[in-house]
């Protein structure tokens, strides 16, 4: 299991020069190994969501389990095993019926989710909930969250979906539940509001409500689940709901994470312009600021979490995580509720960041920005 550049072998992290080594002697990792559209490669998997968490800890502890133990495994046979099991507690509904017996620890009331619902109907907007949760359960947990009405604020209710295939394939009609959850014989010709339905299609969804292109605003925990496919295939303006980012976010407000990053900043900026010098001494104390910058590249890391740092960035790269977070959502946040800090009619537009042949002409980020950048003047008249 590992992330970007931090490989672990059950609970124990893997030198990294077992990992070249591993990989005939390069930090590459060919893309046909790594992934195909929804992440998953022939030989790894990239865990994108927050089930990830539960699934990631149980596959190492039984692997280490296994390697304490000596017992001989093969890798294929393990995570197929581990894979069907949880999709079993997961398909079967075993999981459901846990949570549903303490909706206290496990769903938390959702006054603010609420406030952000209510809002949007009162300023004349449509609501759709599309999920791959059975009837029983999205009715409990959101009579817990926003209350026993809370079918009022929503036109469309959509069940068992199957996302992503809702997305992608055709076949699936929808089927009617009755206000016990039963299921209906007749054939669907629209959707009525107040009504349950269950599994159909998104193609069969866009023809009976005529709900198109970017005026369609989704929001949705997993990047190849819900976003992906509405962005790529259909230009549904897509929300990415990351919980991970409230807590990155406190990190990076702190005053240890912006003075580490600041002088990490400097340094890398000295080592770029000062590496001209070839004397002895100049050489002495360029290695002495590579070391001190590798050590607060670490520290900075660490901030976050000393296992695999942020999920947002190994060192100064963006993860793959936060590289197909880019690709697939328009706007990500920590909890709907976030769009309660913004009016209703709010735009929000995108930022311009400098280009790798652009930087001379953007100040140095951070604290570097006050060093003049060497011959920005001779470029200014280049034409």
């Known amino acids: 299991l590992f992330q970007e550049a931090f490989i672990f072998l059950g609970l124990k992290p893997v030198p990294d020069e077992e990992v070249i ?45 296994f390697i304490t133990h000596g017992i001989e495994f093969d890798q294929v046979h393990l995570y197929k095993d581990i894979s069907d099991a949880i999709r079993d507690v997961h398909v079967k509904g075993v999981m459901y019926k846990w949570i549903e017996k303490d909706m206290e620890q496990y769903i938390l009331h959702g006054d603010e989710i609420y406030a952000v619902l209510n809002r949007l109907v009162n300023h004349k907007k449509k609501l759709f909930l599309i999920t791959n949760s059975p009837f ?6 959101m009579k817990h969250m926003v209350g026993k009405n809370w079918r009022d604020l929503f036109d469309m209710v959509i069940v068992q ?17 009755d206000d016990n959850g ?56 897509t929300g990415a709901i990351v919980p991970e980012l409230e807590t990155e976010i406190r990190i990076i407000n702190t005053e240890q994470y912006m003075h580490s990053l600041t002088w990490q900043q400097a340094l890398t900026g000295l080592l770029e312009r000062m590496q001209m010098y070839q004397d002895a001494e100049s050489k002495q ?41 880019v690709r697939f959502s328009d706007i990500y946040m920590a909890s709907i509720s976030c ?45």
Not at 287 to 311: D, V
Not at 351 to 358: A, C, D, I, S, V
């Open 21 to 65: 080594e591993l990989y005939g002697g390069t930090q590459h990792i060919p893309l046909y190994q790594m992934s195909d559209f929804y992440g998953k490669g022939p030989s790894l998997k990239q865990f994108m969501d927050i089930f990830s968490l539960p699934e990631m800890t149980l596959l190492s502890s039984v692997i280490d389990y």
């Open 136 to 141: 029983s359960f999205v009715d409990k947990g």
């Open 161 to 177: 979906a199957d996302k992503p295939n809702f997305f992608t394939d055709r076949r699936k009609p929808f089927r009617k539940l």
């Open 182 to 237: 039963s299921l209906q014989w007749d054939k669907i010709n629209q959707l009525e509001k107040g009504k349950i339905y269950k599994e159909g299609n998104l193609f069969d969804f866009l023809r009976l409500t005529g709900w198109r292109g970017s005026k369609v605003l989704y929001f949705g925990d997993h990047l190849y689940s819900d976003l992906a496919d509405l962005m790529l295939r259909h230009g549904w303006r």
């Open 285 to 325: 104390v360029l290695l002495e600021w590579m070391k001190e910058r590798q050590e607060i590249r670490s520290l900075t890391k660490n901030l976050f979490n000393p296992q695999f740092g942020s999920i947002f960035r190994t060192f100064h790269n963006p993860t793959y995580f936060s590289r197909r977070l």
């Open 339 to 383: 769009l309660l800090n913004y009016d209703v009619n709010f735009t929000f537009y995108p930022r311009r960041t400098p280009l790798q042949h652009e930087a001379p002409l953007w100040m140095d980020q951070l604290c570097t920005g006050c060093m003049k950048t060497p011959f920005l003047e001779e470029m200014v008249h280049i034409r």
